[in-house]
């Protein structure tokens, strides 16, 4: 109570008596004593542990999520591409919930919960209920709220371009890496690697500081692919079209740019779709035009020839006897299919005679003709960058036998691949240079390497355009609009050491021809529908997708649209070989 | 000497103060680009999957296929193809 009254009063001095002023001091100081040993301790003895503690308060390290880059064709449309989704497991003995969740769950995921309950009850503590969902479609699982549902985060690698590119691209496996094709080839470029950071979080959750990066992402890097999507599902669609039409095996098509070597198109047949592959045999996997070699048959000749031409010991108007059809080497004699009496070197490759072949390689040093064959890139691999691709077989020239030098003029004793055939074309496409072959983007013009003379070059392609003209193998082959120039290729596949009466027909070629704007080389492998002759076999697909190609690319063309002239049936020169 | 240490004194104060604001304006501001920075993150998803649904849609053998049935659509044989000389192509 204080009343005015008192506060007046001045109150006499206080004083403790001496004990208890030493007691609270000493009680004081001793807690100050105690307070200061305390924090010591903390300090020195148990810092290690609580500065733990601490950390794990407020400090986090995160994964910087990196994925994997985009595979797109040459304009930028995507091929393969990575979206993260979401999958949803759960530990058996942990899952917990109610048959309404049950119910609902089952609708979210499209399916029975009694799918979804049997799922759950298996062998085994840990058990996926859902893989690779669209993120949404997890999240409104999630938000079922059952207990011991869980999530996980992944990618999956999508492929629009499905069957039409399913060999060159390849597909992932596990995690993410590269397993076929380019995706296998370019697993360093394209792979992500996810990083790490270490950060301080407040109590929220927000991250207020960026302490350290851990590890550093590396995000994968997109890759630009020359092929052209429209050309692919052009080559795809009359190639599986063929394929059909003959009952035949198997087949490949190749579409290369003749200027720059870049390969706008490469298909097929059998394929398979990458994106549902669970069974699927690898048989259908193989990229053929790049792994697989086959004996090209008379797709040879025009090297032979060439290398005649630049040895001087022909000319294009050389006649050659070719013995009415027949000509024997040692114990073996080579037929012609057609008998025919002399020809001049052009109706040599017009109307693919063996004999006419034989006779002009057997006029050269094997070296000489080795050197065509091996500077033309046959015996080794195209180096396009693709996994697994093969350089084909072609024997040192010092091994040959004068009836091997003659079969290997027209294609036989010697393998290759569709695209190594396609790119060796760009010799007599190009003024005789061979361009090196590209599966990647490459800008502008690119420089080639002279195999033979301009003279050479134009000659052979006068040939070439001769065998596509009526009295030619392959009338089938014209474009309208278009010159054309090719060679059919009708040659008999070996099975052990014998040659069986199973064919390979094939066609490559090259238009326009007053100046060559892509090359098309097509394999149709084991035809039997009857036909197997590569002009009436190969030709027609040449012709609709090359004729398809250049208006779509917008060429000029460089005949008058009537210019087909398709002579009647029994007039077609067949070949074999 | 006492009024120098009262101006430091305060000098000091306004200091301390001004950290412990700037701290803050930091971290709000930390928290403000990583919200900004997982919305990209958000948007180079999205950006994906739009891509791969433009790709989807715009696959030539769909395109094709809708043209053909749907349209009823067919190429033209090459005769019924006129070809126009455009002056600026070579």
Redesign the interface.
């Known amino acids: 109570m204080r009343t005015p009254a008192a506060q007046k009063h001045v109150p006499p001095p206080a004083e403790l008596p001496g004990v208890r002023a030493l007691l609270v001091f000493g009680a004081v100081g001793l807690l100050f004593v105690t307070l200061l040993g305390r924090s010591l301790w903390l300090q020195w003895m148990e810092n290690d542990f609580l500065q733990s503690q601490g950390a794990a308060r407020f400090s986090r390290a995160i994964e910087v999520?990196a994925?994997r880059g985009?595979i797109v064709d040459r304009f930028g449309?995507?091929?393969a591409?990575?979206?993260?989704v979401k999958s949803l497991w759960v530990f058996r003995d942990k899952i917990d919930a109610t048959p309404e969740q049950l119910r609902n769950l089952a609708r979210v995921l499209e399916t029975t919960p009694q799918q979804l309950s049997s799922r759950m009850k298996g062998e085994g503590e840990f058990a996926f209920i859902a893989r690779q969902l669209a993120p949404e479609t997890a999240d409104r699982a999630l938000a079922l709220g059952i207990q011991g549902l869980n999530e996980q985060n992944e990618y999956r690698r999508?492929y629009?371009?499905?069957e039409?590119t399913a060999q060159v691209i390849g597909f992932t496996g596990d995690k993410d890496a590269g397993q076929e094709g380019i995706e296998l080839a370019q697993q360093t470029w394209l792979g992500g690697t996810p990083g790490s950071r270490r950060v301080i979080i407040?109590r929220r959750g927000?991250?207020?500081?960026?302490v350290a990066s851990i590890h550093a992402p590396q995000a994968g890097r997109d890759l630009a692919l020359s092929v052209d999507?429209?050309l692919?599902?052009?080559a795809?669609?009359e190639l599986q079209a063929a394929v059909e039409r003959n009952k035949a095996k198997a087949g490949g098509l190749v579409v290369i740019d003749a200027k720059s070597g870049e390969i706008l198109a490469l298909a097929n047949w059998p394929t398979y779709n990458p994106n549902r592959r669970d069974k699927v045999a690898r048989e259908k996997m193989r990229n053929r035009a790049l792994t697989d070699t086959f004996e090209p048959g008379s797709t040879m000749k025009p090297f032979t020839i060439a290398a005649a031409l630049e040895a001087g010991k022909i000319r294009p108007d050389s006649v050659i006897h070719t013995e009415g059809g027949e000509l024997t080497i040692g114990k073996q004699t080579i037929h012609d299919a057609h008998r025919a009496g002399p020809l001049t070197v052009e109706q040599v490759i017009q109307k693919s005679s063996n004999v006419g072949a034989a006779k002009i390689a057997l006029s050269l040093p094997s070296e000489t003709l080795w050197r065509m064959f091996s500077e033309a890139g046959f015996g080794t691999a195209p180096k396009t960058g693709f996994p697994g691709e093969v350089a084909g077989r072609l024997r040192p020239p010092a091994t040959w036998k004068p009836i091997e030098q003659a079969t290997m003029s027209y294609g036989h004793g010697l393998s290759v691949n569709l695209v190594q055939l396609a790119r060796a074309y760009t010799i007599f496409a190009d003024d005789g240079e061979l361009k090196p072959v590209a599966l990647f983007k490459t800008d502008g013009a690119v420089a080639g390497r002279p195999i033979v003379s301009v003279k050479t070059a134009r000659a052979v392609r006068h040939m070439l355009e001769l065998a596509t003209l009526p009295g030619g193998t392959a009338p089938q082959a014209q474009v309208?609009?278009y010159r054309v120039a090719g060679k059919t290729g009708t040659a008999r596949k070996i099975e052990g050491r014998e040659y069986t009466r199973k064919y390979v027909a094939s066609f490559v070629g090259m238009a326009p021809v007053s100046d060559p704007r892509l090359i098309v080389a097509v394999m149709i492998d084991e035809p039997s529908g009857g036909d197997y002759y590569g002009g009436s076999v190969a030709g027609p697909v040449f012709s609709s997708v090359m004729?398809?190609a250049l208006?779509m690319l917008?060429v000029?063309?460089d005949a008058p649209?009537?210019n087909?002239v398709l002579p009647r049936p029994e007039a077609i020169v067949q070949e074999e070989t | 000497m006492t009024r120098v240490n009262v101006v430091l004194l305060c000098v000091l104060v306004a200091c301390a103060l001004s950290l412990v604001t700037s701290r803050h304006q930091?971290?709000r501001l930390?928290?403000e680009l990583?919200?900004e920075q997982a919305r990209a993150?958000q948007f180079d998803?999205e950006y994906?999957?739009l891509?791969?649904e433009?790709?989807?849609w715009?696959?030539?053998?769909r395109v094709?296929k809708i043209a053909r049935e749907s349209l009823k659509m067919q190429?033209p044989a090459?005769?019924r193809?006129e070809?126009v000389?455009t002056p600026s192509?070579?």
């Open positions: 999520p994925h985009r449309d995507a091929l591409i990575s979206t993260p999508y629009p371009g499905g039409v407040n927000d991250i207020v500081e960026d999507s429209r692919q599902y052009l795809f669609r309208a609009g004729g398809a208006r917008g000029p063309t649209v009537d087909v | 930091a971290r930390n928290v990583e919200r993150r998803v994906g999957q891509s791969l433009q790709s989807t715009g696959m030539p053998a094709a190429l090459a005769s193809v070809i000389e192509v070579k």
